[in-house]
């Protein structure tokens, strides 16, 4: 009777442990499941999210070089022409520029009077000097020729970067529109290099301009929540798909004990 009894105290035991590592695996399940879930939600969103916010571009010119260099993949967000703030890089398409898109700063904005240089070699907005660090040479004239133009209402006074090679509002002062482009001919702000990977990154937002009167430089964009989406969608993916596989060896190695 003692023997019987020791037996089926270690059978009851032996069940116990079956029983609670069976529910474990099947809230491990339930877990790995949601995870993987959750995380395509986030994924899927997230390409979709981007794809409707952003749009690719390829420098076709070393105009904005060092900002943007010849044949940097950017991604530029989606906006409205009014939206444009000075400083901003802007993408816009305009035939008197050529049959393609064309990436330039937006250094003035309608009713701005924009001139160069002064004493110093600078840029100036309504008599402002600009002090501008992201150009190619920020030693060098902010512009090789002098110039000076009052922006039409609704309309953006371009520059490149790279003033010494650069082909903008400058070089068209004569148009009726004093070399400007309206605001309706641009289709995106840039907001990150995407390719090459050196030069991967956000592209910040230039305050040269904000002592200015008026909007002060735009916000970015929401391209880094977009990216983390994406990000974090993928991981929990792979979490939530790996578990399955780990939960089986580590079964395996308890069962060999």
Not at 70 to 83: F, K, N, P, V
Not at 209 to 227: E, H, R
Request: hydrophobic share 40%.
């Amino acid at each position: 009777m003692s023997t019987g009894t020791r037996t089926g105290t270690r059978t009851t035991t032996g069940g116990t442990r079956g029983t609670g590592g069976k529910g474990g695996g099947r809230a491990g399940a339930i877990l790995s499941g949601l995870a993987v879930a959750l995380g395509s939600v986030l994924f899927l969103g997230g390409f979709v999210w981007g794809a409707i916010l952003y749009r690719p571009y390829t420098v076709p010119t070393g105009s904005m070089t060092p900002t943007v260099d010849t044949g940097d993949h950017i991604l530029a967000q989606r906006i409205d022409g009014s939206e444009v703030r000075r400083g901003d890089i802007v993408v816009f398409d305009d035939a008197l520029w050529g049959d393609v898109p064309m990436v330039k700063r937006v250094v003035a904005v309608g009713g701005d009077k924009v001139a160069c240089c002064d004493k110093q070699g600078r840029l100036t907005v309504n008599g402002k000097p600009i002090d501008e660090p992201y150009l190619l040479d920020p030693r060098a004239p902010a512009s090789p020729t002098g110039f000076s133009a009052t922006v039409p209402k609704d309309n953006l006074f371009m520059m490149g970067d790279n003033r010494a090679t650069s082909e903008d509002s400058r070089v068209r002062l004569t148009d009726a529109d004093d070399g400007s482009v309206p605001r309706s001919a641009v289709n995106a702000r840039a907001d990150a290099i995407a390719w090459p990977s050196g030069r991967m990154g956000m592209l910040q937002r230039s305050s040269a301009f904000a002592g200015l009167s008026g909007d002060g430089p735009s916000a970015p964009g929401p391209l880094k929540a977009v990216v983390a989406a994406a990000v974090g969608g993928a991981a929990l993916i792979f979490c939530g798909a790996a578990y399955g596989p780990l939960a089986r060896v580590a079964g395996r190695r308890r069962t060999a004990r």
